[in-house]
């Protein structure tokens, strides 16, 4: 893993009930181990529980209540997957504000599996090059994104992945995209 290149850098992870666990602790232990401080926040409560493929996993703390966070205090955003924790997230005013805010502001972006369906609702990914899990794509390519069938895919400062066994690739990918300052977003 690289030396702390993420040092002083702070990253919201966005999850409610439901994410799959290992796209919210992977990521998370990467992303400490290169430097950066992350915060899971979240509307569901004081903690979260995470699906562990195909029943309940860990109750995790919540840093920070959704309604309490300000977007602006964070350089970098991370969304794991999982089935129910995007489908809770996406119709969510608050959230679909808290995510547009990143990508207006040209800050890096990193979604894994079924994690892009909240970008659908956020109305962020017209014109973006993106994957996800396989049976997204035509609910993302309706909604303008260009879907691919590829390990992570960056564009713009914008990491995205498939499914657990990305994640090595994904981590990758993220860490460099968040080391970079904002990115310039051509609309």
Known sequence: MPDKQLQNKKVAILVENGFEQEEL??????????????FIVSPAGKTVKGWDHVEWGDEF??????????????????????VMNPDKLRRNKQVQSFVRHFFDEGKPVAAICHAPWTFIDADVVQ??????????????????AEWVDEEVVVDDGLVTSRNPDDIPAFNEKMIV??????????M
């Not at 970079?180 to 051509?186: G, I």
């Open 61 to 82: 703390d919540v840093d920070t209540q959704l309604d309490e966070a300000d977007p602006a205090q964070y350089d970098a955003l991370l969304l794991p997957g999982g």
């Open 25 to 38: 602790t992977r990521p998370r232990q990467a992303l400490q181990e290169a430097g950066a401080k992350t």
């Open 127 to 144: 014109g973006r090059r993106l994957t996800s899990y396989h049976s997204l794509q035509t609910d993302l390519k309706n909604a303008g």
């Open 177 to 186: 995209e968040f080391a970079k300052e904002a990115h310039e977003r051509v």
